[in-house]
């Protein structure tokens, strides 16, 4: 009892944080999802692998006028194949379209926030206990910039914390925590989303140029 009442004291703007993190899950994944045109080509693409079709789709090509002519479903190259893969495994276990792809997004505002919480626990704790508004600004945060989930950027924004916490550990020479940082990010990016990797490269350019 006595833990917690001290967690709580000393650390109340994190659980804070987390509470406003859990209720960004619960109302996201009972909206209505609305898709964008890319994240609607990916659902397509994770349709048709989990009905052992390939990762294809027919947003890739010119369509045709000539409503007799057979439809194309060209290979998938445009995207990474992380996200119709991941999309696709929750497919075959029985989830419908609209789960899966929340799924997907609602794990990417998981790891978004988990990335700030362990930015705030370390880097300013501190400043956030002995400031109140403060630290009821930072806790209130989730509910009112986590974006919409109609994008397939959200990873790109997911992967943002972690990029900084890379950065930091590469400014206090911790190397094995920046090392495995930035090889984690570049898996991810390789995997799921090719333009995290220019997020890594641009920040470690960034740090080249620092004195």
């Given at each position: 009892m006595?833990?917690?009442?001290s967690?709580?004291k ?9 509470l ?30 989990s ?27 445009w995207w ?17 379209l ?14 978004a926030?988990?990335g700030w ?13 002995a ?23 959200m ?10 916490l ?6 206090s ?22 333009s ?6 641009v ?5 080249a140029?620092?004195?």
């Amino acid at each position: 009892m006595n833990l917690s009442m001290s967690f709580l004291k000393n650390s109340w703007f994190l659980f804070g944080f987390s509470l406003s993190v859990l209720i960004v899950l619960v109302v996201r994944f009972l909206a209505p999802a609305y898709p964008n045109w890319d994240a609607v080509a990916l659902l397509e693409t994770a349709s048709r692998w989990s009905q052992g079709l390939g990762l294809t789709s027919s947003v890739f090509i010119d369509h045709s006028y000539d409503l007799a002519a057979e439809p194309q479903y060209p290979n998938m190259t445009w995207w990474a194949p992380g996200a119709p893969l991941f999309m696709g495994l929750l497919l075959q276990l029985g989830w419908n379209l609209e789960w899966a792809y929340k799924t997907y997004m609602l794990l990417c505002v998981v790891l978004a926030w988990l990335g700030w919480l362990l930015i705030a626990q370390r880097y300013l704790a501190s400043y956030l206990r002995a400031n109140f508004f403060a630290g009821i600004i930072f806790a209130l945060l989730p509910l009112h910039f986590t974006p919409m989930l109609d994008s397939d950027e959200m990873l790109g924004w997911a992967i943002v914390p972690w990029l900084g916490l890379a950065v930091a550990s590469l400014l206090s020479r911790r190397w094995f925590i920046a090392a495995s940082l930035c090889g984690l990010i570049c898996a991810v990016g390789y995997f799921f989303r090719f333009s995290v990797i220019q997020y890594l490269a641009v920040a470690l350019f960034t740090i080249a140029l620092m004195p």
